[in-house]
Nanobody, 119 residues
Framework: QVQLVESGGGLVQAGGSLRLSCAAS????????MGWYRQVPGKQRELVAS???????NYADSVKGRFTISRDNAKNTVYLQMNSLKPEDTAVYYC?????????????WGQGTQVTVSS
């Protein structure tokens, strides 16, 4: 079992930056890929960015060029650097070792951290 704890969310003006962190504990040797998802009320969680165990990354089209995912295996932590934030980036951001298939979630998930971008 893997436990994930996110931090770094908050309120920021449009054009600003935030850095989210996700610290993993527990059965960390079982962790392969990790990712960040986000969710707004009434919608399904959507993938924002992911990173494999060897550092290959993938981004949603809406955040390409603005967000950067990285991982520090020595610290068992994954980061999401968010620049040039837009109001439409407002959501609860979740860290995960798994993902979603439709509305079904698999893997370990954190409790989420709120990101609010004001216009």
């Amino acid at each position: 079992q893997v436990q994930l704890v996110e931090s770094g969310g908050g309120l920021v003006q449009a054009g600003g930056s935030l850095r989210l962190s996700c610290a993993a504990s527990g059965s960390i040797s079982s962790i392969k890929g990790m990712g960040w998802y986000r969710q707004v009320p009434g919608k399904q969680r959507e993938l924002v960015a992911s990173v494999t165990s060897v550092g290959a990354t993938n981004y949603a089209d809406s955040v390409k060029g603005r967000f950067t995912i990285s991982r520090d295996n020595a610290k068992n932590t994954v980061y999401l650097q968010m620049n040039s934030l837009k109001p439409e980036d407002t959501a609860v951001y979740y860290c995960t070792t798994g993902g979603t298939v439709g509305s079904v979630r698999f893997g370990s998930w954190g409790q989420g951290t709120q990101v609010t971008v004001s216009s």
